[in-house]
């Protein structure tokens, strides 16, 4: 197999919650990927902001670029509630989650395609990220060496696993259950269900993500 056949449907689901100043630079970042054989899902998760009109300037270029794209709103049931639900209205072979402040970097995708056709037993793929401010100025980096991780340096907590980078099979994802809303670390807890049933996931040594650094990240409430 050569990478003009290995152009599998990869699912990026954006679940928006009043980041009405950062989800057009969150779903531009989507939009501008290399690979250009994606699906996208925009659920907002009753937001309080003006996050539904930014989405809406922006559906006829996502319309254009994707080759599935969805939106819907509603009244709040929380992040993995949120995540489950585009899980579940997905078609992709490949789950990508991405923050409505964080911004993927254009060659995110293709990168993690081209680690799962030279490894295809992980189950996941990971790597490292660049910080950014609130006006997309990057503070940080945070790009480590490749690694394999499984069950037990995870559930030890010996690893490097960026949520915000993800990108995992949707098949194994649907069949752990996805992502468990009853825990306050749902990356650690899926983490441990993927590699107890699947073996292992890679991180990779590439930066594929700005992750947004603001007083309002979920990750510091």
Not at 144 to 172: C, D, G, V
Request: glycine content about 4%; charged content about 25%.
């Amino acid at each position: 197999m050569n990478n003009l056949e290995f152009e599998p449907l990869v699912t990026i689901a954006i679940p928006s919650y009043n980041h009405s100043k950062y989800i057009q630079d969150s779903i531009k970042s989507a939009i501008q990927q290399t690979y250009k054989n994606i699906e996208l899902i925009i659920i907002d998760d009753g937001s309080k902001d003006n996050s539904i009109t930014k989405i809406q300037e922006l559906i006829t270029q996502c319309q254009d670029r994707f080759v599935r794209f969805e939106f819907r709103y509603r009244e709040n049931k929380g992040l993995c509630n949120t995540l489950n639900e585009a899980l579940e209205w997905s078609n992709g072979d490949y789950f990508c989650t991405l923050a409505s402040d964080d911004m993927m970097l254009p060659e995110k995708t293709k990168l993690q395609l081209d680690a799962f056709l030279a490894d295809s037993s992980a189950v996941s793929i990971c790597g490292g990220f660049y910080s950014i401010d609130e006006n997309n100025k990057i503070i940080q980096s945070n790009i480590n060496a490749y690694r394999e991780y499984t069950f037990y340096p995870i559930f030890m907590h010996r690893f490097n696993l960026p949520a915000s980078s993800q990108m995992t099979k949707s098949h194994a994802l649907k069949e752990v259950g996805g992502f468990n809303p009853n825990t306050t670390v749902e990356d650690w807890d899926l983490w441990l269900k993927l590699t107890k049933k699947y073996g292992k996931i890679i991180y990779i040594p590439y930066g594929l993500i700005h992750y947004r650094s603001h007083e309002d990240n979920l990750s510091k409430k």
